[in-house]
């Protein structure tokens, strides 16, 4: 792929100072953080994936994408006992309730114990998030909601939100 028209930043570009952190900090901070794409770009790419033949389909993208983030997580944080993820509205609440379902299944010793907070009704999501939340349903997975939510259990809270004018303004 030809990046040089496209929309990305590499993360030397990004403003990424921030007071207390020094440059070794910054590097094992983004030392995971190839490209930063605009939510366009990402579209475009999620549409392509597809329409290509890479996956079936955009649930099938975002379980594959789940998946990756689950690895990786196994791999940096492979101590963890207790994942919270905290889910909003759109494809990136489903991406999180795709995360828990492959994380409350996994196979790996030790277990992860998953908590899921939401923070709109997820009764109100639409396509792929919502197909997402039934399936995390289906496999017993419990969702607070965000008045009930405290953290201090928890190892890793993955935020899996995205702006939210449309659903709270």
Sequence with gaps: MNYKNSSYKQP???????????????DERYQYVYYCYSSEAVRNIDYLMVEQG??????????????AL???ISRKY???DHITIVC??????????????LAKMRE???????????????QHLSGDAH????????CGGAID?????????????????ELLQKHLF
């Design 12 to 26: 030397s570009s990004l403003n990424c100072h921030r007071p207390g952190l020094d440059a070794r900090q910054m």
């Design 54 to 67: 890479f996956v079936d389909n955009s649930y099938d993208l975002m379980n594959r994408a789940a998946q």
């Design 70 to 72: 689950l690895d990786f």
């Design 78 to 80: 492979s101590k963890i």
């Design 88 to 101: 909003g509205a759109g494809n990136n609440a489903g991406d999180g309730y795709v995360l828990a379902r």
């Design 108 to 122: 790996q010793e030790p277990k992860l114990k998953v908590r899921l907070i939401s923070i709109i009704d997820p």
């Design 131 to 138: 197909q997402a939340y039934l399936d995390w349903i289906e």
């Design 145 to 161: 909601s965000m008045a009930d939510a405290h953290f201090p259990a928890t190892d890793l809270i993955v935020e899996a939100v």
